[in-house]
């Protein structure tokens, strides 16, 4: 528990009183500044004495002189100059407070996470107030020691190609050769344009045709695990005598997921399947759909019911027409989050029933064909101790099958024991991970830079296909509150309405033709500085997370899969949309919070590199224990050399905010990659200011980035005990982080102003002091109350 106490000491920072920055000031004056011409190094020294030219300057523009109140223009100069001051302030208070010297004594003087002190500030790095490029405002987003990382950046050449670990292998085997039925296997081919099966699908599709074992099904992510276990079914189901089974036969199946995005998937491939034997019924029951229309599908008949676990509890007890006594197949697919979400009990629960209810029903040997007694399945990508768990409660006397991938042949492993066999899964092998350890204060403008690279790549390609990119945050809090900067009107992003559903929020690039854009650029030009870029055109950004509202949900996910008509579709969400969605030309998954478990991480990624296609993925860590994650876990998930890269975030940017040409001159070689030429760095800052004045105008939104904020840290104190080494909330450097919400507050003031939404400051809003030991406790009583779902879903 004592974990948490940082959390609440760097809430609690010591004040950044008058007193306290008045020393902070002397302090500066005494810094000593080295290199570069003594002009400039005596117009910086003057600078943080706060007696330099440009101060007079700055303190007009941040509200001295008055004569001008009322003029737009002048206005909007004035919140850009009062945004960079905040930006100073905030980094001087939050450098210079007491908690970061006392930090700083036990530091080693290139503090990965917390960068240099002030005193390591050479004068050719420190690009503070009026002494950037051209003379123009460079903000104190890039006075940290850049090169803080210990990873060492993977060379460009160090690439290897692999080939695809979980597409349908190019050989003689057919579906019908599994033992499919030759409608179904034409369906297959012919309907579906599934020429062969995947590795998967040959193990178990065989054995649940002839065998009456209980299975336990583990295969990497995007490798046909669906259907490996439909198409048996349906095979079964597809009775051609005259014991034909229709939707007045009864229930036959039970798929379970832990999310209701993938039970409607399961859904839509079992609607696909129907469509070549229109006689079976496939059914589903979801939380957050009207029960009573569910009923009255139930009511009618199905063959097939896929639900999550809470709901089909629901209807099994309160929904008498639905008649489980006949029932042969129980499937939980993704075993392992059904037992992390807490439904362990709940399954408990149905299985009981459903053994109770065939007990006294004496069908079962009624439909020839059809096993003689319920065969059990239990599903996942990965296997963690939980799963086990959960298949002593289900399953019975199981066969482990495990598809394992040898490259050159193909190795099946079929273990008699669950137990046996229970090797980690690997990511799949053509997908190309990425690191980029990225400081705090940078991570927004480095994701901005991203996202701008990668769209700018969609719109040069030739290939008409939309290109795909999810981006996992930690919590919903931080999905809503990214969303809205990556789609503040006038500025990269518009809000316009779903044509096809007119419900979902969907977003589109606004062009920068834009009358807002043109006097954002006019202003920018007179101060010497560029518009805030785009992140590209052609874009369209979706959100997805669990407090959506249900609706919003189904057709959020709908439009992101079915829009053809944008050259790169982004959706930012949480983990909900992290298992076993399959959603189409996923390019590149983005890890911008990193995940709670390396079995998330493979689930995330898995959205890239699908049966067979390219994919990429991104995780960004922060300089310092973080990094060490990728040795000690990331690497033995990506086992392939050449595979597992290190990026540099300089580099991201560069490629974000430089320049067409001077992007195509570093690819080409023109350029040296390490050149602090062009004017990236000035585009990065004038982009991360525009954020920071937009919070500073409209005070909902700075509400939300409050609350995006405090939800992350949370979340992130709630990280496995065992991975504190890499992620200890202790250890995070509140004031840069709430830099990359765009906060110019140092953390003690946060605290204060998100007192009502989080209870961080309970104490001090009732008047009282609290205690600190009592005020510990209460804040990782509040950490471990907040469950996954709060963060995930
Ligand atoms: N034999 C096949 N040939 C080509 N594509 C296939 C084949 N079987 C399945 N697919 C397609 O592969 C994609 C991934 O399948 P599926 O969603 O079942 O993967 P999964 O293994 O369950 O992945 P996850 O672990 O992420 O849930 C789907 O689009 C599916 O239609």
């Given at each position: 528990?004592?974990?948490?106490?940082?959390?609440?000491?760097?809430?609690?920072?010591?004040?950044?009183?008058?007193?306290?920055?008045?020393?902070?000031?002397?302090?500066?004056?005494?810094?000593?500044?080295?290199?570069?011409?003594?002009?400039?190094?005596?117009?910086?020294?003057?600078?943080?004495?706060?007696?330099?030219?440009?101060?007079?300057?700055?303190?007009?523009?941040?509200?001295?002189?008055?004569?001008?109140?009322?003029?737009?223009?002048?206005?909007?100069?004035?919140?850009?100059?009062?945004?960079?001051?905040?930006?100073?302030?905030?980094?001087?208070?939050?450098?210079?407070?007491?908690?970061?010297?006392?930090?700083?004594?036990?530091?080693?003087?290139?503090?990965?996470?917390?960068?240099?002190?002030?005193?390591?500030?050479?004068?050719?790095?420190?690009?503070?107030?009026?002494?950037?490029?051209?003379?123009?405002?460079?903000?104190?987003?890039?006075?940290?020691?850049?090169?803080?990382?210990?990873?060492?950046?993977?060379?460009?050449?160090?690439?290897?190609?692999?080939?695809?670990?979980?597409?349908p292998m190019?050989d003689a085997t057919t579906f019908e050769g599994l033992g499919l039925n030759e409608k179904l296997s034409k369906h297959l081919t012919e309907t579906l344009r599934f020429k062969h099966p995947t590795k998967v699908q040959r193990t178990v599709v065989p054995a649940m045709i002839s065998t009456e074992?209980?299975l336990?099904i583990?295969?990497?992510?995007?490798s046909g695990k669906t259907l490996s276990f439909l198409l048996p079914i349906f095979h079964k189901l597809m009775m051609e005598d005259?014991?034909k089974i229709?939707?007045?036969?009864?229930?036959f199946a039970?798929?379970?997921?832990?999310?209701?995005?993938?039970?409607?998937?399961?859904?839509?491939v079992l609607e696909t399947l129907t469509r070549c034997h229109h006689q079976l019924?496939p059914?589903?029951?979801?939380?957050?759909?009207?029960?009573?229309?569910?009923?009255?599908?139930?009511?009618?008949?199905?063959n097939i019911?896929?639900?999550?676990?809470?709901?089909?509890?629901?209807?099994?007890?309160?929904?008498?027409?639905?008649?489980?006594?006949?029932?042969r197949w129980?499937i939980?697919?993704?075993?392992?989050?059904?037992?992390?979400?807490?439904?362990?009990?709940?399954?408990?629960?149905?299985?009981?029933?459903?053994?109770?209810?065939?007990?006294?029903?004496?069908?079962?040997?009624?439909?020839q064909g059809l096993p003689?007694?319920?065969i059990?399945l239990?599903?996942?990508?990965?296997?963690?101790?939980?799963?086990?768990?959960?298949?002593?409660?289900?399953?019975?006397?199981?066969?482990?099958v495990?598809v394992?991938?040898?490259?050159?042949?193909?190795?099946f492993?079929?273990?008699?024991?669950?137990?046996?066999?229970?090797?980690?899964?690997?990511?799949?092998?053509?997908?190309?991970?990425?690191?980029?350890?990225?400081?705090?204060?940078?991570?927004?403008?480095?994701?901005?830079?991203?996202?701008?690279?990668?769209?700018?790549?969609?719109?040069?390609?030739?290939?008409?296909?939309?290109?795909?990119?999810?981006?996992?945050?930690?919590?919903?809090?931080?999905?809503?509150?990214?969303?809205?900067?990556?789609?503040?009107?006038?500025?990269?992003?518009?809000?316009?309405?779903?044509?096809?559903?007119?419900?979902?929020?969907?977003?589109?690039?606004?062009?920068?033709?834009?009358?807002?854009?043109?006097?954002?650029?006019?202003?920018?030009?007179?101060?010497?500085?560029?518009?805030?870029?785009?992140?590209?055109?052609?874009?369209?950004?979706?959100?997805?997370?669990?407090?959506?509202?249900?609706?919003?949900?189904?057709?959020?996910?709908?439009?992101?899969?079915?829009?053809?008509?944008?050259?790169?579709?982004?959706?930012?969400?949480?983990?909900?949309?992290?298992?076993?969605?399959?959603?189409?030309?996923?390019?590149?998954?983005?890890?911008?919070?990193?995940?709670?478990?390396?079995?998330?991480?493979?689930?995330?990624?898995?959205?890239?590199?699908?049966?067979?296609?390219?994919?990429?993925?991104?995780?960004?860590?922060?300089?310092?224990?973080?990094?060490?994650?990728?040795?000690?876990?990331?690497?033995?998930?990506?086992?392939?050399?050449?595979?597992?890269?290190?990026?540099?975030?300089?580099?991201?940017?560069?490629?974000?905010?430089?320049?067409?040409?001077?992007?195509?001159?570093?690819?080409?070689?023109?350029?040296?990659?390490?050149?602090?030429?062009?004017?990236?760095?000035?585009?990065?800052?004038?982009?991360?200011?525009?954020?920071?004045?937009?919070?500073?105008?409209?005070?909902?939104?700075?509400?939300?980035?409050?609350?995006?904020?405090?939800?992350?840290?949370?979340?992130?104190?709630?990280?496995?005990?065992?991975?504190?080494?890499?992620?200890?909330?202790?250890?995070?450097?509140?004031?840069?982080?709430?830099?990359?919400?765009?906060?110019?507050?140092?953390?003690?003031?946060?605290?204060?102003?998100?007192?009502?939404?989080?209870?961080?400051?309970?104490?001090?809003?009732?008047?009282?002091?609290?205690?600190?030991?009592?005020?510990?406790?209460?804040?990782?009583?509040?950490?471990?109350?907040?469950?996954?779902?709060?963060?995930?879903?």
């Amino acid at each position: 528990m004592d974990e948490d106490d940082g959390l609440l000491l760097n809430f609690a920072s010591p004040d950044t009183t008058s007193t306290s920055y008045s020393n902070t000031r002397d302090k500066r004056s005494a810094t000593k500044v080295t290199g570069g011409k003594w002009k400039d190094r005596r117009k910086l020294q003057l600078s943080l004495q706060g007696r330099g030219r440009n101060q007079k300057k700055d303190k007009s523009a941040s509200g001295v002189n008055n004569s001008s109140i009322g003029n737009p223009r002048i206005d909007k100069i004035r919140a850009e100059a009062a945004a960079k001051k905040a930006l100073e302030g905030n980094d001087a208070k939050s450098s210079d407070s007491k908690d970061s010297k006392d930090e700083s004594k036990k530091r080693p003087s290139t503090d990965p996470i917390h960068g240099p002190t002030s005193k390591q500030i050479k004068f050719s790095e420190s690009k503070g107030e009026f002494g950037g490029k051209n003379n123009s405002y460079v903000s104190s987003l890039f006075t940290s020691n850049e090169s803080s990382s210990q990873l060492k950046v993977s060379k460009g050449d160090e690439q290897t190609t692999y080939l695809p670990s979980n597409a349908p292998m190019k050989d003689a085997t057919t579906f019908e050769g599994l033992g499919l039925n030759e409608k179904l296997s034409k369906h297959l081919t012919e309907t579906l344009r599934f020429k062969h099966p995947t590795k998967v699908q040959r193990t178990v599709v065989p054995a649940m045709i002839s065998t009456e074992r209980d299975l336990f099904i583990k295969a990497q992510t995007g490798s046909g695990k669906t259907l490996s276990f439909l198409l048996p079914i349906f095979h079964k189901l597809m009775m051609e005598d005259k014991n034909k089974i229709t939707r007045d036969s009864g229930l036959f199946a039970l798929i379970l997921t832990p999310t209701r995005e993938l039970a409607t998937q399961i859904y839509g491939v079992l609607e696909t399947l129907t469509r070549c034997h229109h006689q079976l019924v496939p059914g589903i029951v979801i939380g957050g759909e009207k029960k009573k229309s569910e009923k009255a599908r139930i009511r009618k008949g199905v063959n097939i019911l896929v639900g999550t676990p809470g709901r089909l509890a629901d209807h099994l007890e309160n929904t008498e027409s639905l008649n489980i006594s006949q029932l042969r197949w129980l499937i939980l697919d993704e075993g392992d989050k059904l037992v992390e979400l807490g439904f362990e009990e709940t399954i408990t629960k149905i299985t009981d029933m459903i053994t109770k209810r065939s007990e006294i029903m004496e069908s079962m040997h009624k439909w020839q064909g059809l096993p003689t007694r319920r065969i059990n399945l239990l599903c996942s990508a990965t296997m963690q101790n939980n799963v086990e768990k959960l298949g002593s409660i289900i399953l019975n006397n199981p066969e482990m099958v495990s598809v394992d991938y040898v490259p050159g042949t193909v190795a099946f492993e079929t273990n008699s024991s669950a137990s046996e066999g229970a090797k980690e899964m690997t990511a799949p092998d053509q997908l190309i991970q990425s690191v980029v350890v990225v400081p705090p204060k940078l991570r927004l403008v480095t994701l901005s830079a991203m996202l701008k690279k990668i769209s700018n790549e969609s719109n040069s390609s030739d290939s008409d296909e939309t290109t795909r990119t999810i981006v996992f945050f930690s919590c919903s809090d931080s999905v809503n509150f990214h969303f809205d900067v990556f789609t503040r009107n006038g500025h990269g992003f518009k809000k316009v309405k779903n044509e096809e559903t007119g419900k979902v929020e969907t977003i589109e690039v606004s062009s920068t033709n834009d009358d807002d854009e043109n006097d954002l650029q006019e202003e920018n030009d007179k101060q010497g500085q560029m518009t805030a870029p785009i992140i590209g055109e052609n874009t369209v950004l979706y959100k997805l997370h669990g407090s959506l509202s249900q609706q919003n949900r189904t057709a959020t996910l709908q439009a992101f899969i079915k829009d053809t008509k944008s050259k790169h579709s982004i959706l930012f969400c949480t983990d909900v949309a992290s298992r076993g969605l399959d959603l189409p030309n996923v390019s590149s998954v983005v890890e911008y919070d990193p995940p709670f478990t390396i079995d998330d991480h493979l689930h995330r990624i898995g959205r890239s590199a699908r049966v067979g296609r390219e994919g990429k993925a991104t995780l960004f860590l922060l300089p310092g224990n973080e990094e060490g994650y990728v040795d000690d876990k990331i690497q033995v998930v990506h086992p392939k050399k050449g595979n597992l890269r290190i990026v540099s975030y300089e580099t991201l940017l560069k490629d974000g905010f430089s320049a067409k040409e001077e992007v195509e001159e570093r690819k080409v070689g023109k350029k040296d990659p390490k050149s602090k030429e062009g004017k990236w760095d000035i585009h990065a800052t004038t982009w991360h200011l525009d954020v920071e004045r937009w919070l500073l105008e409209d005070s909902a939104e700075h509400d939300k980035a409050v609350q995006a904020f405090t939800s992350h840290i949370r979340a992130y104190a709630t990280h496995l005990s065992t991975e504190r080494n890499f992620f200890n909330v202790k250890l995070l450097h509140l004031g840069h982080l709430a830099k990359s919400f765009g906060l110019r507050e140092t953390p003690k003031k946060l605290g204060k102003s998100v007192g009502t939404n989080s209870g961080i400051q309970e104490g001090s809003r009732k008047g009282k002091k609290e205690d600190p030991r009592k005020k510990m406790l209460r804040m990782a009583k509040m950490a471990l109350k907040s469950t996954s779902n709060e963060f995930n879903y």
